[in-house]
C-alpha cells in the first residue's frame, strides 16, 4: 500500500508508511546501518507537518507553510540525510536540489560573481506567462571559506542568501539551508544583516546539543 491516498483531489499521507520509506531511501542512499531515531521523532513530525503542507499541524508546531526550513545542530546529527530524504515521499514536481555550501564557494572562485545571480536570480523556471521560483537547500552554511576571485574576495554565501532574501519578498522564493553553526556564529561569519534575514524567511529547526554523531 502506498503512503499516501489521493482522495477529492486531497493528499492524505500515512506517517509511519512514510517514516517506512524514507528508511528504506536512507538505508539505499547511506548503506543497511542507516535509521530513524526515536529521539529525532519530534523534529521529523515537524519536517513532515511542512513538506505535505499540513496547515493544522504547522500551526500547532508554530511553523510557517510560507517560509523554508533552516536545521542547526550538531556535526553528524542527521540535518542532511533529513533534508535530503523528505523530498522522496513527495511528488517529483516538489523535489528540491542540495548544494554544499563547499562547491559554491569553489564555483566562485572559477565563475566569479555568476555564482551569486546562478543560486538568486536564476533560480526560477519559465514557461509562457509564468515564473516559477526554485526551491534551494543550502547545505552546511559555514563549512565554505571566503575564496577570492581573480584577488576579489566575496562573502558568496551571504550575498547569495541576501539576494534570495529580496526574492522571497517579492516571488516567495523559498529556501531551506542546514548548518552546524548557532545563530551567534551565523552572526559573527556572516553579520548581523543576514541573521536578520534568515530568521524571516526560515523556519529554525534544533537539533539538542548533545544529539549524537550518528555517522560513527
Known amino acids: 500500500m502506498n503512503h499516501y491516498l489521493i482522495k477529492n483531489n486531497i ?11 524514507i528508511t528504506k531511501n536512507g538505508k ?3 548503506g543497511p546501518h542507516f535509521k530513524l531515531y526515536e529521539e529525532d ?18 500551526k500547532r508546531q508554530s511553523m510557517d507553510l510560507r517560509k523554508g526550513i533552516l536545521m542547526l545542530g550538531p556535526v553528524g546529527c542527521g540535518k542532511t540525510a533529513l533534508m535530503k ?16 555550501c563547499r562547491d559554491i564557494s569553489f564555483e566562485f572562485q572559477k565563475d566569479g560573481y555568476d555564482t551569486i545571480h546562478r543560486y538568486s536570480k536564476r533560480s526560477f523556471t519559465t514557461s509562457p506567462g509564468q ?12 563549512a565554505e571559506s571566503n575564496i577570492k576571485h581573480f584577488g576579489s574576495e566575496c562573502n558568496v554565501l551571504a ?22 553553526l548557532n545563530a551567534q556564529d551565523i552572526e559573527k561569519l556572516y553579520g548581523k544583516r543576514v541573521r536578520s534575514r534568515l530568521r524571516e524567511m526560515m523556519n ?13
Open 11 to 21: 493528499t492524505y499521507y500515512n506517517f509511519q508508511k512514510s517514516l517506512d520509506l
Open 28 to 30: 539505499a542512499l547511506y
Open 41 to 58: 521523532i519530534p523534529i521529523i513530525n515537524k519536517l513532515f507537518a511542512y513538506f505535505i503542507y499540513d496547515p493544522e499541524e504547522c
Open 85 to 100: 530524504l523528505m523530498p522522496s515521499i513527495l511528488p517529483k514536481s516538489r523535489h528540491y536540489p542540495l548544494k554544499a
Open 131 to 142: 515564473r516559477i521560483p526554485k526551491t534551494l537547500c543550502l547545505d552546511d552554511l559555514g
Open 159 to 180: 550575498e547569495i542568501i541576501l539576494s534570495r532574501y529580496d526574492l522571497f519578498i517579492s516571488d516567495r522564493l523559498i529556501t531551506h539551508a542546514t548548518t552546524n
Open 204 to 216: 529554525v529547526i534544533i537539533f539538542p546539543e548533545q544529539s549524537p554523531d550518528k555517522r560513527r
